[in-house]
Structures are given as structure tokens and as C-alpha cells.
DNA sequence: GGAATTTGACCGAG
DNA sequence: CTCGGTCAAATTCC
């Protein structure tokens, strides 16, 4: 009752509120950058601190999340339901089943969720293993569904799940689950470039879904350069071609057939997690709009009441 | 041989 | 009952 979270979260408060301060910072040295005319070397240092920005929430939000599901033993331990609910661990009632237990699963529909279409192929640092695929009712490109790789070895429940969109087939809708809660940063962000980048047609579409009340804004966006840059478009449907298993994986994430190499799209989720609140349009770097449709501070506000815990 | 992917089965939610 | 998310054995890749 003294304070919100359990004894043992301490820690996790202290990381998050220095990834948040870091952010800050990173922001600050960005809006520095940023009133300043525009020169090509300043454009790189700009991507860079907008990577780390974007790390920062990430790391925050994987950090905050953590504390507030049921990943964290301590609560869970308090919550039965949670208890009973995770994934296939619990399966009490059915101990006969151990080893064949197929779709005993509990659906995340209460678990942040959060859309992105793109064109974009982006690396996002961390590595996926695919798990599934699904053909979608009234739906011409199957659905891919992929998991954090160290969701056994460190719990990370962070999915997603990767569908080409029907209007646009050169489009990827990314919906993704969770957050992670591993630690696998294999490398900083990386923004993949590709010769055939074209600002113009280079978009991102984000859209949230959530089932936290908070208030959502972006005042980033005001003044937030998308630093998206593009990677060519597969141009086959990977996803109907099971026949090469090779051309799949390496169509959609190039990266993606060494376990120690990187998928390719650590931007697209990296990003989402960190700008999980807001919904919007960013496209071409040197052309950007972002409509700031939601906004922040409701992290922000956030960070106010954990600095305000016993610390 | 280990790791990643494929794919049909399984099962909960609606 | 249908749909879609997940599991896990089989398969493929490196």
C-alpha cells in the first residue's frame, strides 16, 4: 500500500527513469541540432541521436511494461488469473497433456498492440523466430506470426506479426505485441539504406491500440525529423512460396538466416515501442510530415509519479 | 548437428 | 462453429 509496485521493483524504476533522462538529453541535443541550418553531416548526427532517442522509450516502455503485466513473478505471484493465463505454463487442469499442447494458448487481447504499414523493411535489433503462418479469412497474403527468439531462454513475450497489405502487395502491415524484456540489443538502430531510396514514396503509417487509459501525444513529432530510410521492396510474394524456404526469410528480414545476424528490422519495432502512443504519417526524410494526432505525456507524466516513489 | 522455418494440429475467443 | 494465434514435429538450411 506504501508503494504501487512491490519492494523489488526498485531497480527496474531507476533503469527506467535513467532511460528517460537519457532520452531527454538525446532529445535536447536533437532540437539543438535541429534549429541549426541543415548541412549533410549534421543529418547523420541527427539520425544518430534520434536512434538513441527512440532506444531510450524503447528500453523504458520494455522496462516499464515488464513491471506492470504479468512478467513479473512477484505480481504474478498475487494474481492467479495471470497465473492461470500464461501461455501454455499453466496448464494445471490438463497435466495429462504435457507435451501436446498446441493452441493452449491465451489470447493478448488485452496486451498492447500497436499496427504499423510500411514499406520499409527497417532492422530492429532484435531477432524474431517465425512461428507461424495463417491464412487470413477474406485475405489474399497469408499472415506471418513471429516471436522474440529469446522468449524461452529470457521470457520475452514480444511478437509480431507480419501481413502484406491487399490494396498495396509492396506494403507490410506489422502489428506488434508486447514488448520485449529481453536483453537483446544486439546493435544500435540501424536506418538500411538502400540506392533506391525515394523520400517521396518512403512511408510509414502507425496506428495504436491500447488498452492503457492514458492520454496519448507526441510533442516529439513537432519537430521530429523521420529518419526512415528505405530498403527495397521485395518484389515476389514470399509468402506463397513455400517451396524456397530461403528466398522466404531472406525476402523478408535479409538479415535474418544467422541467429547471431541481425533481422532487418530492428527500426520497425524499435520504433513502435518506443512511439507506441502516437498514431500518424511519417514519410521521407527530407520531406517529412508527422501529424501529431497523440502524444507523450502521458510517459512523461508517468516518469513524474515513479520519481515520486520511495527511490 | 544445431538452428530456423514450415505446416498441420490444437484450442480459446467470439 | 469459425477464425485466428500458438505449438511442435518434420523439414530445411547453414
Redesign the pocket.
Known sequence: MESPWPENLSSYRRTAIQELAQGRDFTNQLQTLLTTPMIPNDLESAEDLLMKILRSFSETISILSSTEVSDFPAKRSACPDCQKSE??GGESS?SS?I???????????NSDSFTKVTSTLIDDGY????????T??NTVHP???Y?C?HKHDQGCQA?K?VQKTEAEPSMYKITY?GHHTCQNILKAPQIISDSAFSPNDSSVLFSFQSTNNHRQENPFLSSFPATIKEESTPSDDHTAA?????S???DY?PA????SSLSSDYFLSHELSTYNSYGGVISGMNNYTASKTESFDMEIMSLEDVCNFEF
Do not use: C, E, V
Not at 531477432?127 to 495463417?134: C, D, E, F, T
Not at 513455400?242 to 530461403?246: G, L
Not at 535474418?256 to 541467429?259: A, I, R, Y
Open positions: 501461455d501454455s490438463k497433456t507435451k501436446d499442447r498446441r493452441g493452449s494458448y491465451k489470447r493478448r487481447k531477432a524474431w523466430r517465425k512461428y507461424g503462418q495463417k487470413i479469412l499472415r506471418n506470426y516471436r527468439t511478437t506479426q505485441n513455400h517451396n524456397n524456404q530461403s522466404l526469410s531472406s528480414f535474418h538466416n544467422n541467429q
